[in-house]
C-alpha cells in the first residue's frame, strides 16, 4: 500500500473517482467564456453591471445531479467563486455575490443540501485569482487584469479575506468532500489556509493549486506530459476536461470534442489509477445544455458497460509492451483498453504468452477468439505471444473498447 493511502484524506479523494465539474458564474449570461472579462478586456465597472441580469430561475440541483446520476457519475464540483470574484453563495465578505442580484437566493446552499440528501459528494472550487477585490494584487500576469483605479494590493490582507470566505464555505454547507483550489498566480505560500479547511471539514480532500502543495494533483486538457506518457500515475491524481475546446463555461458556439477523444482522455486516467472530472457549463437559466447533457449521456452509456475494468483495479500496463493499449487487473483477470484508434483488428499483447479461459469483449458482450502462437513478425525471436483477434474496429469505432481476459492461474507465475 502507498503511503498516501493511509492519509484521512485518502478514502474522500477515493469516492469522487468520476466526477461532474461545472463552471457557472455570470459569465453564462454572454456565453462566451468563463474569463470573459479578461480575454475580451472588459472594464470592470462593465462586467460587474452583469450582477444585475443574473436569474437563473430555472436552476434545479436536483436536475444536475440526475444528469450525473445518469451518466454514472459520483460527485460534484461546483465554481463557487471564479477569476471575476463574483460569489455564488451568501457571503458576508463582498457585495458582489447572488444574493444581490435578481434572483437573491444562495446557489451553493441548494447545490449542498441536494447533495447531501443524495449521498453525492461536493466539492467546492474557489480561484485565488480576483478580479473584483481590490486587495488583490492584480498586475496583468497571466489570468490576471491590469491594475485598476483604487485597488490597495496587499496580498496578506486579501488572504485574510480568502480566510474569512473559506470558514464560510466549510461552516455553512454541511460536509464538504473536497476544496478545489484554482490559479494561485502569485504563488503565495501560506499552509495554515489549508489546515483551516482540514480543521472545519475533517476528512476533506484539498487539491494542488492553492497556498500549498495539497494533497492530489490536477492536470488539465492533456497538457502534462507525464499524464500521456506513465503507465500508472505515482502520485494521487485527478485530470479535468470540458466537453468544449474554448471554454470551461457556457459558450454559445463552442466547438466540442468527440465523444471518442473524451472517452479516450477518461479511459486513460482510470487506466492509470487517477480521477477525473469532465466539466460543462449551464446556461445562464440554470439549465443544461441539451448538447452538453446528450455528450455526458452518450459517454454514461460507453461507461456503463466498461466501468468494471476501472473498480478496485490496479494498473496493469507494464505486463506488455504494447504501448497502444493500457491494461488494469483484478486478480486474475486482465482488462485490455484499447487506448488508441485501432489500426488493425487485433491486439498482440507481448511478452505476455498466457492463454485465458475466456475472452469478451465488454462493449458488447461478445467472445473474442485469442491465441497464444507464432506470427511472422515475431521470426526472429521465434517467440509466441498472446494475440485477441477479430476485433470489431469498424462495427464499434466510436468508443474506446475494452476486453476482459480471464485466466485461471496467477499471471506473475
Not at 129 to 155: F, S
Not at 188 to 216: M, W
Request: charged letters at 25%; a negative charge.
Amino acid at each position: 500500500m502507498r503511503e498516501y493511502e493511509h492519509q484521512q484524506w485518502y478514502p474522500t479523494f477515493r469516492s469522487m473517482r468520476f466526477g461532474l465539474f461545472v463552471h457557472w458564474g455570470l459569465y453564462s449570461i454572454d456565453a462566451w467564456h468563463e474569463q470573459d472579462q479578461w480575454r475580451r478586456r472588459v472594464p470592470r465597472d462593465e462586467y460587474a453591471e452583469l450582477i444585475e441580469r443574473f436569474n437563473p430561475r430555472q436552476f434545479d440541483p436536483n436536475a444536475w445531479l440526475d444528469l450525473l446520476r445518469d451518466v454514472g457519475m459520483d460527485s460534484i464540483v461546483l465554481t463557487t467563486k471564479h477569476h471575476d470574484g463574483f460569489c455564488l453563495w451568501d457571503t458576508r465578505e463582498t457585495d458582489f455575490n447572488v444574493m444581490n442580484t435578481p434572483y437573491g437566493r444562495d446557489i451553493v446552499a441548494q447545490l449542498a443540501e441536494a447533495c447531501h440528501r443524495r449521498s453525492i459528494p461536493l466539492g467546492l472550487y474557489y480561484s485565488v485569482v480576483d478580479w473584483k477585490h481590490p486587495n488583490y494584487p492584480n498586475q496583468g500576469r497571466h489570468h490576471e487584469i491590469p491594475a485598476q483605479p483604487g485597488d490597495a494590493p496587499d496580498m496578506p490582507a486579501y488572504v485574510e479575506f480568502v480566510r474569512r470566505q473559506v470558514r464560510e464555505l466549510c461552516t455553512n454547507y454541511g460536509k464538504i468532500a473536497c476544496f478545489w483550489w484554482d490559479m494561485n498566480v502569485p504563488e503565495y505560500h501560506d499552509p495554515s489556509v489549508n489546515a483551516l479547511i482540514r480543521e472545519l471539514q475533517p476528512g476533506i480532500t484539498i487539491n494542488d493549486r492553492g497556498f500549498d502543495k495539497g494533497d492530489f494533483g490536477t492536470p488539465e486538457r492533456d497538457w502534462k506530459s507525464y499524464v500521456n506518457t506513465d503507465l500508472a500515475f505515482t502520485k494521487p491524481t485527478q485530470a479535468c476536461q470540458s466537453v468544449g475546446l474554448e471554454s470551461w463555461g457556457h459558450k454559445l458556439d463552442e466547438d466540442y470534442y468527440s465523444d471518442l477523444h473524451l472517452m479516450q482522455s477518461i479511459d486513460k486516467i482510470l487506466a492509470k489509477d487517477g480521477c477525473y472530472l469532465l466539466n460543462i457549463g449551464p446556461k445562464a437559466d440554470g439549465t443544461i445544455e441539451p448538447i452538453h447533457a446528450a455528450m455526458l449521456r452518450r459517454i454514461g452509456k460507453w461507461f456503463e458497460k466498461v466501468r468494471e475494468a476501472f473498480d478496485d483495479v490496479t494498473p496493469a500496463s507494464s505486463l506488455t509492451d504494447n504501448r497502444d493499449v493500457l491494461l488494469t487487473r483484478r486478480d486474475n483477470t486482465l482488462y485490455v483498453h484499447l487506448q488508441k484508434t485501432p489500426i488493425v483488428n487485433r491486439v498482440l499483447l507481448k511478452p505476455l504468452a498466457k492463454q485465458p479461459i475466456r475472452a469478451t469483449l465488454l462493449n458488447t458482450g461478445r467472445e473474442i477468439e485469442t491465441r497464444v502462437d507464432l506470427i511472422p513478425n515475431e521470426h526472429e525471436s521465434q517467440a509466441s505471444y498472446l494475440r485477441l483477434r477479430n476485433l470489431p474496429v469498424n462495427e464499434t469505432d466510436n468508443e474506446v473498447l475494452v476486453v476482459k481476459l480471464d485466466f485461471d492461474e496467477d499471471l506473475d507465475v
